[in-house]
């Protein structure tokens, strides 16, 4: 059974930086797609960013380019998302997913595609 537990998150000033953790284990294949997706109050659950843990094939909604990066240890277990220049629009409950790779030939940010979660960690960023 995959499992995957959360760490990180917390208040930020507009202008600074979180990283979030997300360790996985279950793994039945020898790799998995894990991604962010993140919900804000009255809001749809949105991808922010999705790696491919095989071979560390990255993809990012337009909203974070260039701001978030998204990685992964050599041991392939545990997923970062790493968050710079932090804006209010960033506030909102975070949560990592995992799927098997072929999600990542569909349209890898429809949340409903995503058949594990984390518990999800909430990131305020106000000042």
């Known amino acids: 059974q995959v499992q995957l537990v959360q760490s990180g998150g917390g208040l930020v000033q507009p202008g600074g930086s979180l990283t979030l953790s997300c360790a996985t284990s279950g793994f039945t294949l020898g790799y998995y797609a894990i991604a962010w997706f993140r919900q804000a109050p009255g809001k749809e659950r949105e991808g922010v960013a999705c790696?491919?843990?095989?071979?560390?094939?990255?993809y990012y909604a337009d909203s974070v380019k260039g701001r978030f990066t998204i990685s992964r240890d050599n041991d392939k277990i545990t997923v970062y998302l790493q968050m710079n220049s932090l804006q209010s629009e960033d506030t909102a409950v975070y949560l990592c997913?995992?799927?098997?790779?072929?999600?990542?030939?569909?349209?890898?940010?429809?949340?409903?595609?995503?058949?594990?979660w984390g518990q999800g960690s909430q990131v305020t960023v106000s000042s």
């Open positions: 997913a995992a799927q098997a790779p072929w999600v990542l030939t569909t349209n890898w940010n429809n949340f409903r595609l995503w058949g594990s």
């Open positions: 790696i491919n843990t095989q071979d560390g094939s990255t």
